[in-house]
């Protein structure tokens, strides 16, 4: 079992749909949950960054952690073309410990106009 | 211009061939890593560094050396190429401990 999972997609919405992105972990050591964006032909980019449970909003983007149940997410609110990208999960034991990020296999995302 | 450059963007070579994928910041960040991608595997963690004279094996090291040339740069090598390491590769850079972690825009090599 991979530590973390993430469902691959694609997922296909239309324009100003909401989005829920989620990933499951095994290992309830983790505390620093992030989320990156990562375009076609680029690297990633990180999007939000959570530490430990609770919600953490940025405009249109919302991550949740609940550590009881092992999973996170990402909501993404009136959804745009230019959100089409993959996202990727990622969680680390310790804030600074990114020799240990561990990262889903990413989910890709496609907003139809 | 990129605050990571990654040369060369694209790669094909044969197998057995040593091939050198080489990294420049200009963020003055003293941490750079490698990273791989695969379908389905996602980013894994080749080597890392967190200065010039610190260098560490990452999840996956086999068959990869790095170096860490100066501050800004941070090579990839691998000393005879096979075609199980056709993926894209990544550098990133962190600052200190609790940075940010920066990627380059990816090297795609295929090995054939």
């Known amino acids: 079992q991979k530590e973390v999972e993430q469902d691959p997609g694609p997922l296909s919405v239309p324009e100003g749909a909401i989005v829920s992105l989620n990933c499951t972990y095994s290992?309830?050591?983790?505390?620093?949950f992030m989320w990156y964006r990562q375009y076609s032909r680029k690297g990633p980019e990180l999007l939000m960054y959570?530490?430990?449970?609770g919600n953490k909003e940025d405009g249109r983007f919302t991550a949740q952690v609940d550590k009881s149940s092992k999973y996170i997410s990402l909501f993404i609110r009136d959804s745009q073309p230019s959100d089409s990208a993959t996202y990727l999960c990622?969680?680390?034991?310790?804030?600074?410990?990114?020799?240990?990020?561990?990262f889903g296999t990413g989910t890709l995302l496609a907003v139809q106009p | 211009d990129a605050d990571v450059t990654q040369t060369p963007r694209n790669r094909i070579t044969k197998t057995g061939k040593r091939i050198m994928l080489e990294c420049s910041q200009t963020?003055?960040?003293?941490?750079m890593y490698w990273y791989r991608q695969d379908p389905g595997l996602g980013l894994q963690l080749i080597y890392y560094s967190f200065d010039v004279k610190d260098i560490n094996k990452g999840e996956i090291s086999d068959g990869y050396s790095v170096s860490r040339q100066a501050q800004a740069k941070f090579s990839l090598s691998l000393e005879s190429a096979i075609p199980n390491q056709t993926a894209l590769y990544f550098c990133a850079t962190k600052l200190g401990h609790t940075g940010e972690l920066f990627f380059g825009e990816g090297s795609r090599l295929t090995v054939l």
């Open positions: 990622a969680m680390s034991l310790g804030g600074g410990a990114t020799n240990k990020l561990i």
């Open positions: 290992n309830s050591a983790f505390q620093y």
């Open positions: 959570t530490y430990s449970s």
């Open positions: 963020k003055g960040h003293d941490r």
